[in-house]
């Protein structure tokens, strides 16, 4: 961040703690890391039951809405919204449960069909129905770049969704701080191009 010009508060640093136990977990927890990410239900249940409750959890990867009431028991944060009918689901269930969660729309740029997410032209009519629901905080964009992709389709994407959340915040007024991009191998970049969330 300092070397970018940036304040380091802007960045939240987010332990992706999918590929190792709940020991492991406890033991970043311990060094005073808070937030942390699953990209399954089941073991994001798992985990935020044998973590202290001071956690924060974040779900970043794609959730199936016969999922999001056990997505939503557990995570604060749900990265990868990406379609109208899954919003309406955890809008349902936040009511019923009396949750707030924080949500970001998964936005897909690079094209890759493996990823997912909306593409861009798809992101106004997303953010306008999450923007419609009283029970959801939708709070920025989320997006996976290329894997080990050069630096310029590197700064390409992330740079592209942050132009992106800018015309959102424009056109909506809606405040949409948070942009979750950036993965162990090019976290470094994304800061540069603007991320508030890293996930590692
Ligand atoms: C696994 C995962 C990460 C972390 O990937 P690393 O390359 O190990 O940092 C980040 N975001 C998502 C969506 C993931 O599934």
Same mark, same amino acid.
């Not at 009519?125 to 009283?134: E, F, H, W, Y």
């Not at 948070?178 to 993965?183: D, P």
């Given at each position: 961040a300092e070397a970018a010009g940036r304040d380091p508060s802007?960045?939240?640093?987010?332990?992706v703690s999918k590929t190792v136990d709940a020991d492991a977990v406890r033991a970043a927890y311990d060094a005073g890391q808070r937030d942390f990410a699953e990209n399954r239900v089941p073991e994001l249940a798992d985990?935020?039951?044998a973590l202290p409750p001071e956690c924060v959890w974040h779900l970043i990867g794609h959730l199936q809405r016969n999922k999001a009431r056990s997505a939503l028991a557990h995570a604060a944060w749900v990265h990868s919204v990406d379609s109208a009918a899954l919003i309406e689901r955890l809008e349902a269930i936040a009511a019923e449960d009396g949750r707030l969660p924080t949500i970001l729309l998964q936005v897909n740029l690079s094209g890759e069909a493996t990823k997912s997410g909306v593409g861009a032209a798809a992101a106004p /009519? =997303?953010?306008?129905? /999450? =923007?419609?629901?009283?029970h959801l905080r939708c709070r920025g964009l989320m997006t996976m770049a290329p894997y080990a992709a050069p630096e310029?389709?590197?700064r390409a994407v992330f740079g592209g969704l942050r132009r992106l959340r800018d015309r959102l915040q424009d056109d909506t007024g809606a405040a949409l701080r948070?942009?979750?991009?950036?993965?162990s191998g090019d976290?470094?970049?994304?800061i540069a191009e603007g991320a508030t969330v890293v996930r590692i």
């Open positions: 802007g960045v939240r640093l987010l332990a985990k935020a039951e /009519a =997303l953010l306008r129905a /999450a =923007l419609a629901c009283p310029e389709t590197l948070e942009l979750s991009m950036g993965m976290f470094d970049i994304a």
